[in-house]
């Protein structure tokens, strides 16, 4: 869970947000919105995602977090979940259709991008400007948005078609996956990562906006890189229809495949903790026992497809310009092929083959041919239109987005309220709830609240000392939350 602390003289509203709701890929999706008895039924009927679909728009930087911009995100959410659902149950992908009907897939990657923008230019001016003073809502949905719009595209991307309709912006794709693979690259083998569901609510009540915003966001990175890894895999699935000067750039530009293989040879889904291996998967990190050591997780799988698409596709083999230093750089994964890895993915036995063959051979020449690279142009063009208006974009943002009245605030939080329903979060987590006093497979759960699960009756009195504040403080940010959203209701009743 995620908390939102709306403080001072606004509304004392706790908003708590489960990351996994944008952190769903492709196989990973779960029951979503609507999920009764454990049946997952579509939250979107075909004619609603058509007109979400068509409501979809290009934003500036300026517009970002204000309230066309957030109804757009919840258009987004609630396609991207559909999206997700849909290929769970294997139904008719209707938000797909709608997006490649509708021509809105470049626009998801100019939403991607901006973000990308805001985040590198703006922020930084806002966070001098202690913008998240009041609340941190409207900010983390910002960040939050990113991995929206990732997740949505990671849903569609395996269809040819769809990477066919992103045309020409299917280089600003490439290059943004690209940069979350090199910062997944260069990152710190360990991150501490602050667990906010055993945070105590004291200490985050006295936190500053902006340290309980940095908290928030601090998981994020990582979540949208290993999406981009999974992206990334989706587009060499299809070089067919790629670009030439895409492809071109991903391989000699970008030399993707010796981009891929520090992600076998150090891994930055496996770690050591007190001595027991954690892998990461399903949006958070799994103690593995040692007979699963061996056992790939999906976003390996991906990697290691990835690598055999761009090493044994024949267009890219002809494209590829070897040297000595990438062939020794693809050598090392000589050193990871074994007998349970081929079982797992049969098809890798070919890519083995490959790199015996060429550790035996001479430096193949890559093919010669004259390429007119494009290059891409969203980010490029965003930061030539705003490049001079940084700070009066974040002092305009300061004021009418992040620090908004009270009156706004509280719809706000109401809105998002609705959109996050709390039961359905629960109901999209991949595993059983578990007891929040001894860790055990829990069927119970805190009557006022509905926030802690526990296996027992006593587990449930031992815990009731330490659980009693946030309970009380939920209980009463749920009676002002609907308070809030009642009279909102009845002001906008009087005024049509």
Request: proline letters at 4%.
């Amino acid at each position: 869970s995620i908390l939102f602390l709306c403080k001072g003289d606004q509304i004392p509203i706790i908003f708590r947000l489960g990351r996994k709701l944008s952190c769903l890929s492709l196989p990973e999706a779960q029951e979503s919105f609507g999920v009764s008895g454990g049946m997952a039924d579509n939250i979107l009927s075909p004619y609603e995602a058509e007109a979400y679909c068509e409501e979809l728009s290009v934003f500036d930087i300026k517009s970002i977090g204000g309230a066309r911009w957030l109804a757009q995100h919840e258009y987004l959410e609630k396609l991207n979940v559909q999206a997700h659902v849909s290929i769970q149950n294997q139904t008719e992908e209707f938000v797909l259709d709608a997006l490649i009907s509708f021509d809105k897939v470049p626009v998801l990657v100019h939403e991607l991008i901006s973000i990308q923008v805001w985040r590198e230019h703006v922020y930084p001016q806002l966070v001098e400007l202690n913008f998240v003073d009041k609340s941190s809502m409207t900010a983390y949905m910002v960040f939050y948005h990113e991995c929206t719009v990732l997740s949505l595209l990671e849903a569609i991307m395996y269809n040819k078609e769809a990477v066919e309709a992103i045309s020409d912006s299917v280089l600003d794709l490439a290059e943004y996956c690209y940069q979350r693979i090199v910062w997944l690259n260069s990152r710190a083998e360990e991150e501490e990562i602050v667990d906010l569901t055993k945070k105590d609510v004291r200490d985050a009540l006295n936190q500053t906006g902006l340290e309980s915003l940095e908290e928030q966001i601090q998981g994020l990175p990582f979540d949208l890189a290993t999406k981009a890894v999974n992206v990334m895999r989706y587009l060499t699935d299809h070089v067919s229809v790629l670009p030439l000067s895409c492809l071109t750039r991903l391989l000699n530009v970008h030399d993707l495949p010796c981009l891929l293989v520090p992600l076998i040879t150090n891994t930055p889904w496996t770690r050591t903790v007190d001595g027991a291996m954690q892998k990461f998967y399903d949006g958070s990190w799994h103690t593995v026992k040692d007979s699963e050591r061996l056992q790939l997780t999906k976003t390996e799988a991906q990697v290691w497809i990835a690598l055999y698409n761009v090493i044994q596709d024949g267009e890219c083999r002809r494209k590829y310009e070897f040297s000595d230093h990438n062939k020794n750089e693809l050598l090392k994964l000589r050193g990871h092929f074994n007998d349970v890895l081929i079982d797992q993915l049969p098809v890798l036995n070919e890519l083995r083959r490959s790199m015996e063959e060429l550790a035996v051979m001479a430096t193949p020449p890559a093919e010669q041919s004259v390429v007119m690279e494009q290059l891409p142009e969203i980010h490029s063009q965003l930061v030539k239109i705003n490049g001079k208006r940084w700070r009066a974009i974040a002092e305009h943002q300061n004021t009418k987005v992040f620090n908004p009245d009270q009156k706004t605030l509280q719809a706000q939080a109401a809105r998002l309220a609705q959109t996050y329903d709390l039961d359905v979060l629960e109901s999209m987590l991949p595993d059983d709830p578990k007891c929040a006093k001894c860790g055990e497979p829990a069927s119970m759960r805190c009557s006022r609240c509905r926030g802690e699960w526990y296996c027992r009756r006593q587990c449930q009195v031992e815990a009731w000392k330490a659980h009693k504040s946030i309970c009380n403080m939920i209980c009463k940010a749920d009676k002002e939350a609907a308070e809030a959203a009642a009279s909102a209701t009845t002001v906008s009743a009087s005024g049509e």
